[in-house]
C-alpha cells in the first residue's frame, strides 16, 4: 500500500519536474536509514518503501518518502517522530529533486558525483549536495550516498529538556536500485 501511495504522490513532481527525453529508471523499494546522536540512547530508523525516479539523459533525479514508512527499533521513538517532531499527518512525505553533476551515461562501473538539488521536509525546502556512488550495470543502476541535515533548518522542535541530548544533525544514508521504466 505504501508503494502505491508512493507513487501516486510522486507522478505529479514526475511529469512537473522531468523532460520527455530518454529513458526513465525507476526505484520503487530504495532504502533511506537516518542517524542521530544522542547521549541516553542513539536514534535510528529505516524505511525501505521509498520511491525514486532517475532520468540519465538529463540527470535528473526525483525521491519521495513517506515518513510514516520509518521503522524504528522501539514504538515510542516511532510515535514521538511522527506525531511531535515530524508531524507526518501534516507534512505526511519528504522529497528531494536534484541533477547529477558531470555524470556520463555511456559509462559502465561506478562513478562518484555529487547531487545538486532540493531537499524538502515539513513543507520547508533547502539545497543540499550529496556525494553519491552512481553504478551503472547493463541496463540498471544503483545509487547510493549519505548526507548530514540540519535539525533546525526544517524547524522540528525539540523539547528545551532535551535539545543537549540529541544532536544538531542527523546523518541521511540511502540506497536505490533502478530498473528501466516501462509504460
Not at 19 to 32: A, F, L, P, T
Not at 63 to 72: K, N
Not at 136 to 159: A, C, F, M, Q, R
Amino acid at each position: 500500500m505504501y508503494k502505491r501511495l508512493c507513487l501516486l504522490l510522486l507522478i505529479p513532481l514526475w511529469f512537473t519536474s522531468f523532460s520527455i527525453k530518454g529513458d526513465k529508471y525507476i526505484c520503487r523499494n530504495g532504502k533511506v536509514t537516518f542517524f542521530s546522536y544522542a547521549t541516553s540512547e542513539n536514534i535510528k530508523a529505516e524505511n525501505d518503501q521509498v520511491l525514486s525516479l532517475f532520468e540519465p539523459e538529463t540527470k535528473k533525479i526525483a525521491v519521495s518518502i513517506l515518513m510514516r514508512a520509518f521503522q524504528f527499533e522501539k514504538s515510542l521513538m516511532q510515535e514521538h517522530f511522527n506525531d511531535s517532531y515530524i508531524e507526518s499527518d501534516i507534512y505526511p512525505k519528504a522529497t528531494f529533486e536534484g541533477v547529477v553533476l558531470n555524470f556520463d551515461k555511456d559509462l559502465s562501473g561506478t562513478q562518484t558525483k555529487i547531487i545538486n538539488g532540493d531537499f524538502t521536509l515539513r513543507g520547508i525546502s533547502k539545497p543540499i549536495k550529496i556525494k553519491a556512488d552512481i553504478t551503472k550495470k547493463s541496463n540498471t543502476y544503483e545509487i547510493i550516498g549519505e548526507t548530514e541535515l540540519n535539525v533546525k533548518d526544517y524547524k522540528i522542535k525539540v523539547p528545551q529538556i532535551l535539545a543537549n541530548r540529541i544532536a544538531q544533525t542527523v546523518k541521511i544514508s540511502f540506497n536505490f536500485k533502478y530498473n528501466h521504466y516501462e509504460k
